[in-house]
């Protein structure tokens, strides 16, 4: 069997359980399952938090396309957006690089300078790494730490059945600036919305939003929006056993998405509800906690959410303004 025959998740899964990996071990609060790894309180009572993830040329980036500042920064702040995902604050940035041995100093000089403004951005500081030779495409690996007390810890399994759904900020838009960077290349791209080119280049991690969300102590799962609600929603789902039903004309969709998805002749509304690379949380909680935590967040932050749904017995579903209702689906999947 092949990789693009089972997808990223089912090798995940097929990994953990063929090979033995442990959810839990001494030390180890949670293995694999959630947006990182939690290990045991420190002598503070604080938990840290251990996450990675990397890009790679072409499959994640075309690199006449993105500025190595761009690079730098989008590779930290995606690991970032994985410790917010939890509710904590990052720490410690562990970058490993592989470049051919032709590629300019001048150009790694400008990728560490993202991802140390990035990194120093959220409180996280630069402390090591490795870097390598390759012959092929560049690989840029990133393990980042994070801290977070013990009752604000947030985990995607948490939902329960008649929890309301809420995300920070606007869907789709990071897939509107891509698309049009396909479609039309760089310059024109940022000719007709540099906005969402930078949605799309320079993502900014939800880490304050995180914290006045646990702050309320009403969050019952929460996780990031990495690969699209059409894909994300599903995981916590399946992680909290139980099924989501979101309405269509509920998701945030930006005034620049709405414009561009005309040009693109496509809908603004497919997009945010398929369209990865967006960073904004997704979070449950109980009906009557709803108002608080929007008032929260937005208070402290600036930053909107959005009620675009309720958790349900089963199924994962988007409900049209028609009344159609159909599977959700979309999202990045890295094998196909």
Not at 138 to 163: F, H, N, P, T, W
Request: hydrophobic share 40%; net charge negative; charged share 25%.
């Amino acid at each position: 069997m092949k990789l693009s025959e089972i997808g990223e998740e089912a090798l995940i899964a097929h990994i953990v359980n063929k090979h033995l990996l442990p959810r839990s071990a001494p030390g180890l609060l949670m293995g694999v399952g959630d947006d990182a790894a939690v290990m045991s309180p420190d002598e503070h009572g604080l938990l840290t938090l251990l996450t990675t993830d990397m890009l790679t040329e072409r499959m994640d980036y075309l690199i006449d396309m993105i500025t190595p500042y761009q690079l730098g920064w989008k590779s930290v702040a995606v690991n970032i957006s994985d410790i917010a995902a939890m509710g904590g604050l990052p720490t410690w940035t562990f970058p490993s690089i592989g470049f051919r041995p032709d590629t300019e100093v001048s150009y790694i000089d400008e990728l560490y300078r993202g991802m140390i403004e990035c990194a120093r951005r959220f409180g996280s500081v630069l402390a090591g790494g490795d870097t390598n030779s390759v012959k092929g495409d560049a690989v840029i690996s990133i393990c980042q730490m994070g801290k977070v007390e013990e009752a604000r810890l947030a985990l995607r399994s948490s939902a329960r059945i008649g929890d309301r759904i809420l995300v920070t900020g606007c869907l789709g838009d990071s897939l509107g600036g891509l698309t049009l960077l396909l479609k039309y290349g760089l310059d024109e791209a940022l000719r007709i919305n540099s906005r969402l080119v930078d949605a799309h280049y320079m993502p900014m991690p939800r880490v304050p939003e995180a914290r006045s969300a646990t702050e309320t102590g009403a969050i019952h799962a929460m996780m990031d929006l990495s690969d699209g609600l059409g894909a994300d929603l599903p995981k916590l789902c399946r992680a909290s056993k139980v099924g989501a039903l979101v309405h269509a004309d509920s998701l945030p969709v930006s005034n620049d998405l709405r414009n561009v998805a005309k040009v693109l002749g496509t809908s603004a509304t497919d997009m945010a509800a398929s369209g990865g690379e967006d960073f904004e949380l997704l979070m449950t909680a109980e009906t009557d906690a709803v108002e608080g935590i929007i008032r929260t967040i937005e208070g402290e932050t600036g930053t909107r959410v959005t009620e675009i749904g309720e958790i349900t017995a089963g199924g994962v579903e988007i409900l049209y303004h028609d009344g159609t209702r159909k599977p959700l689906t979309g999202g990045w999947e890295h094998f196909a």
